[in-house]
């Protein structure tokens, strides 16, 4: 038992030196490539065997000729393991350049293609992930594009928009000074409706503006849908009886909702507005409200004809209008990306799609 264990402690010492010896050659090492850091992990393993059994040899005063063999196999295990050593470091770095490559292409602003040639598994989670961030980036870059697009569009259409009543204003002022409006009042109250209309603008701009800020303050209160509801349709019939449109709110349940009834009044107020004028006369528009497992939904279905499918994702963009056909000659683009702001600051959702006739605009809410 007593040759045993000092066999152990000789071969433990041998292999403890031959051990801190490789700890500081690859702490030496630790920037170098993968290649030769497994070159020398392979060259401490059979160091330390070597060492080992060198002093265990000493100690057990083997013959010249049995230490020369012993010596010769841990040499060959030794020129074995390194040269696998070399050639997995020099497989693992390879796939290691060919991923970098590829991550470098998707970070300079391209698609991210995986290496086809085989990798360690530890290497292909790595890039499952890379090709996972690489389709959210280009989602990313696409919603970027989009909403530059949006911008773009909205700083036109409010230029153009805000130009022609100027234009007018302009125009009337001058007549009124010239002395030469021959029926003053109806230059003044032509003038009123064109303020009104800018004032319109303006604050469907710093309201939007307060949106994208993030500084849109609520004050949460409960109130019933029904009350909601009917509040919207008698501040829209004005206007649904000058455009000749039916307004219709018979499906709508009193169930309860806790929002701000001020900015969702807003809400229904514009998605009223935005129906009616795009319904054509003796046509109708529906408003409903009901609970359902995700919350309570208040849906505006109106008889525009439907959305193409390829606008529908950019209804609530700031700033999209459709088409000219149906560009109302007042809208800035600013209505349903205002509705979108207001309804995600109440932790919902807004969604459009198309049905039978036209398009049904809903709008979800969380339970009260």
């Known amino acids: 038992m007593t040759d045993i264990l000092l066999i152990a402690l000789f071969a433990f010492l041998g292999a403890a030196a031959a051990g801190l010896l490789g700890a500081l050659v690859l702490r030496l090492s630790r920037h170098r490539s993968l290649a030769v850091s497994m070159s020398v992990v392979a060259a401490v393993a059979v160091t330390a065997m070597l060492a080992g059994t060198l002093a265990v040899a000493r100690a057990m005063f083997l013959s010249p000729h049995d230490l020369t063999v012993v010596t010769t196999v841990v040499a060959m295990a030794a020129v074995v393991s390194l040269v696998t050593a070399v050639l997995l470091g020099r497989w693992v770095a390879a796939r290691s350049r060919d991923l970098t490559l590829a991550a470098r292409s998707f970070g300079d602003g391209g698609t991210f293609a995986a290496p086809e040639a085989p990798a360690t598994a530890e290497l292909a989670a790595l890039t499952r992930e890379l090709a996972a961030t690489s389709t959210k980036l280009d ?45 003053s009042g109806r230059y003044l109250r032509q003038i009123r409706t064109e303020v009104e209309r800018m004032n319109d603008m303006v604050g469907d701009l710093f309201e939007l503006s307060r949106i994208h800020a993030g500084s849109l303050t609520l004050s949460p209160t409960r109130i019933s849908a029904h009350d909601l ?110 509705v979108r702001g207001i309804v995600e600051a109440h932790a919902g959702r807004a969604e459009v799609r198309n049905v039978t006739g036209g398009c049904c605009f809903e709008v979800t809410l969380p339970p009260a």
């Open 139 to 183: 989602a990313s870059r696409a919603r970027e594009r989009a909403l530059e697009t949006s911008r773009r569009e909205l700083v036109a259409w409010i230029s153009h928009d805000l130009r022609t009543p100027l234009a007018g204003l302009r125009a009337m002022s001058e007549a009124l000074e010239d002395g030469l409006a021959v029926d």
């Open 229 to 338: 509801v009917g509040d919207a349709l008698a501040g829209a019939d004005p206007l649904a009886r000058e455009h000749g449109v039916r307004l219709v709110g018979d499906r709508v349940e009193a169930v309860p909702v806790e929002v701000d009834g001020k900015e969702m009044s807003r809400v229904l107020g514009n998605l009223l507005i935005n129906a009616i004028r795009r319904t054509p006369a003796d046509g109708t528009v529906a408003v409903a409200a009901h609970r359902t497992g995700g919350g309570v939904v208040l849906s505006v279905t109106d008889g525009c004809g439907g959305i193409p499918e390829e606008d529908l994702p950019r209804v609530f963009d700031t700033g999209w209008r459709g088409s000219h056909a149906r560009t109302p000659p007042a809208g800035a683009g600013l209505g349903l990306a205002i």
